[in-house]
């Protein structure tokens, strides 16, 4: 299926900015939509942002005016930047895909995930 690969993630003081991309491979007939998640120790997985095929976007209260996700079809790369970054965004953040195969049945894939730690 389709695979996805997270970069992009690393140490960065409170304020500060970083710009994840998600990059996806394999056959694939169409993505539906993408979105990055993120998931901190003790807490459940959470969607921050999701974008769709059509453009449309879809954020997180917590991360709205702060974060944007961007995708480039052509190169079936997904992005996060993220700014004026908080202690509370530290977790591991995840890419996401839904996509059609080729019988047109939507599946879901996940990346492996890209730490993000915010911290003074």
């Known amino acids: 299926q389709v695979q996805l690969v997270e970069s992009g993630g690393g140490l960065v003081q409170p304020g500060g900015s970083l710009r994840l991309s998600c990059v996806a491979s394999g056959i694939i007939f169409r993505i539906n939509a993408m979105g990055w998640y993120r998931q901190a120790p003790g807490k459940q997985r959470e969607l921050v942002a999701s974008i769709t095929s059509g453009g449309s976007t879809n954020y997180a209260d917590s991360v709205e005016d702060r974060f944007t996700i961007s995708r480039d079809n052509a190169k079936n790369t997904m992005y996060l930047q993220m700014n004026s970054l908080k202690p509370e965004d530290t977790a591991v953040y995840y890419c996401?895909?839904?996509?059609?195969?080729?019988?047109?049945?939507?599946?879901?894939?996940w990346g492996q995930g890209t730490q993000v730690t915010v911290s003074s």
């Open positions: 996401n895909a839904k996509w059609d195969n080729f019988f047109r049945v939507e599946l879901v894939s």
